[in-house]
């Protein structure tokens, strides 16, 4: 199983950047998928997430109104917009998958990742 995030890069405060992660099928059917994150020296934490059907968003409170999840069922892709972005956004991002079809919050939920990609927000 493999999920290829890719999207990341440097972009000044305000700026926008789209994540994208791709998996196999087998790795994303009839599952949810989410993004998480992890800055300097910080705990990893939940981002986004989406269901197996592309619904039901869910969004950590410190994104909501800026960041957007979506899903390409065709394409086994899941995508993270991200708008208005802060210095504090900054960290490497990562994809997963969830052993659920509905989205969850929770990391433990999640069996399969991606590598990360690092998003470093200058101010």
């Known amino acids: 199983v493999q999920l290829q995030a890719s999207g990341g890069g440097l972009v000044q405060a305000g700026g926008s950047l789209r994540l994208s992660c791709t998996t196999s099928r087998r790795a994303s059917s009839n599952n949810a998928m989410g993004w998480f994150r992890q800055g300097p020296g910080k705990e990893r934490e939940f981002v986004a997430a989406i269901g197996w059907k592309g619904d039901n968003p869910k969004y950590t409170e410190s994104v909501k109104g800026r960041f957007t999840i979506s899903r390409d069922i065709v394409k086994n892709t899941v995508y993270l917009q991200m708008n208005s972005l802060k210095p504090e956004d900054t960290a490497v991002y990562y994809c997963?998958?969830?052993?659920?079809?509905?989205?969850?919050?929770?990391?433990?939920?999640?069996?399969?990742w991606g590598q990360g990609t690092q998003v470093t927000v200058s101010s």
């Open positions: 997963a998958v969830s052993r659920s079809p509905v989205a969850t919050m929770t990391p433990s939920t999640y069996n399969y």
